[in-house]
């Protein structure tokens, strides 16, 4: 995939988001500054309801900032969305169960006529056998499991050829075994298309195994804690969870979690 | 991997057992109270002006087919044309309230009072506005089916989970491509319901419009019937009118089944 922008995949300038309440202000987010570069994969790792999916939302221009700027590949997230240069996978797949398997891959290609007005490099049936899924193409939503569903979501991200991919806490509702197999599927398609993931999680292994770097937030506001880059090489193997380096990097993180100051 | 849907024609088949059974333990549940029923009346003598007997119901079904026929014929056009009329205006009004909320605030508590009114009181109002022909029936049976399909319909239409919406946002959608291929599918299932419930709701406005002033159709026949004491007509006239609603029922049962294939599997996952 060549690269078309110079520009980082994400800029976050000193974001902060509050809501205004009937009982006052609640702070979500406060002083973000990040910088993600193309074809990095980058974690959000921070505790449940820390704001970490929020800043993943202005990212993707479904929430605007109260503070700061957001930029996704130099331009401004509307922008962004308009021009289709992220995809995203939320927690639930959000399939639409009248749509086929692939059906629910091409949708993102029917809205807007996308996919007449641009030449997609990947079909939804060649998606669908990237994650995995060869055959299942006229299968219904309710007929795969969820780590299947979640399979079909992720295609269904990638249909419109973006640059960045966006995923909030995208394997949260899966049993451990799904979870860890789908984290092998998730790095094997970043390592073969090498796009830019933002990744929101809360569980600290999964940020290691996945990441090229990971950001550790704070509680409610969330702020930075700590960059911590994961130096270990690709491809992983699940091998390399058992490792000292790995076991090490999970330490560091859980201390930088636990930090009260 | 294998085809993905090995498991369903196995569920299917048990799907097909369990409705042959369940056939068969309602038409068992349904002769068994005619049975019960013709055993009382012959036991207690009872006179045949006051009730008839199922036998006597089924005589009067085949010595009076046409006098049945010929009355039947306008109920079902009232019926059909109320159901069809209420249903498409719920729908549209419906569709509105989701795009405009102020046209919401407006309708909704109009629509809640006019349905507040009973049926009726209202038959004669609109006899006198719209004459003596089918229109006041048609209306009659229109407003009966409205309701029900207006509450269900801007339920079904917001009925969007937050993440598809979110999912439409970062598409771009449009409004209308959000209503093409997220919010109006949601709703099929809701429409399905409210026109379930409209199928016999209609069906019993059109014989109450009937007996406001009529000279045809079932509602008629049934005033007429009971008042000449021709009492196994009468049960005949009530046996005929649930046949109708059954058939309308099944027949909304069956554009269900086609048109929400989804349905039985459960909403946006």
Known sequence: MPVTVDAPAIELADVGMSFALSDGVLEVLRGITLTVRQGEFVSLLGPS???KSTLLRVIADILPPSQGRAAVLGASPAEARRNRAFGMVFQQPVLLPWLSAEENVGLPLRIGNWGSRHHASTSPDE??????LAGFNRARPAQLSGGMQQRVA???????????????EPFGALDAITRDRLNEELLRIWTQLRRTVVFVTHSIAEAVYLSTRVVVMSPRPARIRRIVEIDLPYPRHPKMKDAPEFTRYTAELRAALEDES | MSAPAVGVPARRGRDRDNSARRIALSLTGILAVLALWQAVMVVFKVPHYIAATPLEV???????????????????????????????????????????????HTVYP?????????????????????????????AIAALITFFPTLVNMVD??????????????????TKWEVFRYVRWP???????????????????????????????GLGYLILAATYDYRTPLLYATMAVASALALALFGLISVLENYFVPWRRTGGVS
């Open chain 2, 186 to 216: 949601t709703s099929l299932p809701y429409l399905f319901s409210a026109l379930r419930i409209a199928s016999t709701a209609s069906l019993l406005g059109a014989i109450v419009a009937e007996w406001i002033g009529s000279n045809k």
């Open chain 1, 127 to 132: 998606l669908l056998r990237l994650v995995g």
């Open chain 2, 58 to 104: 089924i005589d009067a079904l085949r010595a009076q087919p046409v006098i049945l026929a010929t009355n039947a014929w306008p109920t079902i056009v009232e019926t059909l044309g109320g159901f069809v009329a209420g249903n498409v205006i719920a729908v549209l009004i419906a569709i509105g309230f989701v795009h405009n909320r102020t046209f919401q």
């Open chain 1, 49 to 51: 309801g820390c704001g």
């Open chain 2, 110 to 138: 109009l629509a809640v009072t006019v349905r507040t009114l009973p049926i009726v009181a209202i038959s004669p109002i609109l006899v006198l506005l719209l004459g003596n022909g089918y229109a006041p029936k048609i």
């Open chain 1, 154 to 168: 992720i295609a269904r991200a990638l249909v419109s050829d973006p640059q960045v991919l966006l995923m909030d």
């Open chain 2, 156 to 173: 079904g239409l917001n009925a969007v989970d937050a993440q598809a919406q979110e999912l439409m946002h970062v598409l771009s959608a």
